[in-house]
């Protein structure tokens, strides 16, 4: 459930804080036996895309290629930590 809900790989969840996992959980209602509501969007997420964009649309560059450096990860250089790893 937690891989899914933070979209980690699963065997990553070991290493998250079990005290913040636990709090989270709590916090959201998911360790009662009560199922929490959960609310949706009329229309979907195209809807409140389109609401929370359109102050921007204009200045939005969709189906562009992007520029992120391919060879990144070949020259040495680390993948970013998950979050809850990274020293503050």
Not at 20 to 41: C, D, E, I, K, M
Not at 44 to 64: I, P
Request: glycine share 6%; hydrophobic share 40%.
């Amino acid at each position: 459930m937690g891989a899914a809900i933070w979209s980690a790989p699963s065997d990553q969840m070991l290493d998250f804080p079990a005290e913040n996992f636990v709090a989270f959980f709590s916090n959201h209602r998911l360790l009662q036996y009560g199922r929490p509501v959960w609310r949706t969007v009329k229309g979907g997420s195209r809807s409140y895309v389109e609401k929370l964009t359109s102050a921007f649309r204009d200045r939005l560059r969709l189906g562009c290629a992007s520029d992120v450096d391919p060879t990144h990860a070949a020259r040495g250089h680390r993948q970013r930590q998950p979050w809850w790893m990274r020293k503050l």
